[in-house]
């Protein structure tokens, strides 16, 4: 594999909980659907007998078995990713009205919307409250990350237009990824100023508005504006690229 030698490092300590038998047993039991990783079967036959040892798909991405994330090795690497950050604006004032019922009911859509569009190419990291932060791991679902990244959050603001309005904050850059913790309570995630700066990115993208980092998009964009913008804890000024997808036509 070639790229980042964090990248490589990344995969290699996932596969470090399962020998080299373990992953040619897996390639030959049936049948697809099976983990982007480890290759292990989702269904059929092969998918019945590994399921019971924890081969089931991940909360993180269903596309990606639960022993790949939730129950890999503590710790984590250094390595290339890409940070999505998106929220519902005025999410106070729509919920100030509505039953709790109701609420829960519009964000369980969102999350729907949310998890269909992202994880054909991300990681759910976090669904909290009205928000949802995804990582792009280079080198997992094939492709470039940020091209992946923009389409990803274009198509996520547009296919839930109407029903929220969202601000997106992307970037791309070096983090600390893997399992942290302790103990039996650990979670799958990204640290590192890539995090902290997608999310302030998130924090100043207006309803609707999809707010990029030059190193996720340059500001050659057809709809996008460039901007500058001081965000809370940064030394300088971050360049960004502003995004507005115009509406569907009906």
Known sequence: ????????????????????????????LPSDPRCAICRAPFAGVGGRLVRPLG?????????????CFERAPMGGVGMNVGVLFA?????T??????APDDVAELLNRFYATAVEVLCRH??????????????????????????HMLA???????ETRALVALGVGLDFGHAH????????????TAIGDVV????????????????ASRRVVDARTADGVAQDFVLKGKSEPVPATVITPAPPRE
């Not at 081969?55 to 022993?67: A, D, Q, T, W």
């Not at 004032?93 to 509505?98: T, Y």
Request: with cysteine; glycine share 10%; hydrophobic share 40%.
């Open 1 to 28: 594999m070639e790229g980042d030698p964090g990248d490589v490092a990344f995969f290699r300590s996932l596969e470090s909980h399962r020998g080299r038998l373990w992953a040619r047993t897996m390639r030959k």
């Open 55 to 67: 081969f089931s798909p991940s909360r993180k991405n269903p596309r990606l078995c639960s022993e």
């Open 87 to 91: 929220d519902v604006r005025g999410f």
């Open 93 to 98: 004032a729509l919920s100030e009205d509505r």
């Open 122 to 147: 991300a990681i759910i990291d976090k669904l909290v409250g009205d928000e949802v932060m995804a990582l792009y791991l280079p080198h997992l679902f094939g492709g470039e990350v940020t091209d």
């Open 152 to 158: 990803d959050a274009r198509q996520l603001v547009a």
């Open 177 to 188: 990824v893997g399992n942290v913790g302790a103990g039996d309570v650990k979670d799958f």
């Open 196 to 211: 902290n700066t997608a999310a302030r990115l998130q924090g100043v993208a207006q309803s609707g508005q999809i707010v």
